[in-house]
């Protein structure tokens, strides 16, 4: 093998390397522009450590379904001391199916995307989930901004489902109104997710209220 085509091969591999990692560069980019967010498997949810707290309803139990995440309901055999009571409750409905429930959890950013994401691509990444979640079905929801007394601002999403399964007194489809809130610190998003019975929706709104005023972060705690 002359010079000449040692030099062509080599030239040739200088650039099918340096194409190789431009290429995965550019892949890293568009991933954190697309989904910066992290996506755990099975068992990597179940090592998931939770890195906040917050107050517990009076009369709420605590559940847990997922690790990392903090979870607070209210179902049709809750003891009317609850605060506040229960008041409306469906025909056929299970008597173990939450009326109300109040969940937290969080997703953290891929490392690689870090220092790129803000408040705005996490609640965009909120959104998209919920529209591709929905299948066939429009998501309609409404969008708010407020702000939190530690967090600043924070995003609200409002948006109903309806449940074809259960029906209520008037034999109408049960629908459960959703309140989101997204809050975003350290590259690390939190969800603060509310649903309840559209007729006890606005029963529960102070219970929400407190639990999102008491949210905080642990290592902000002291």
Known sequence: MNNTVKF?????????????????????KVNCKKNPFQELDSLQRTKKVRNFAALKPVGWYSNQSTAGALGYSIDRKTPLESNP?????????????????ISISNTRVRNHCKNEVTLEDYMHFFISNKKRWSGNKAFNYVLL????????KVYIVKYAYKNDAILDKEKKPLITNNVVFLLFKDQIGYEILYGADAKVFETYLPVLEEVVKSFVIKEDAN
């Open 145 to 152: 901004k407020t702000n939190h007394s530690r967090y600043g």
């Open 8 to 28: 062509v091969l080599k030239v040739g591999l200088l650039f099918l390397l340096s194409f190789f990692i431009f290429s995965c560069s550019a892949v890293l």
């Open 85 to 101: 009571p229960i008041l409306h409750r469906p025909d056929n409905d299970d008597p173990k199916r939450n009326v109300a429930f």
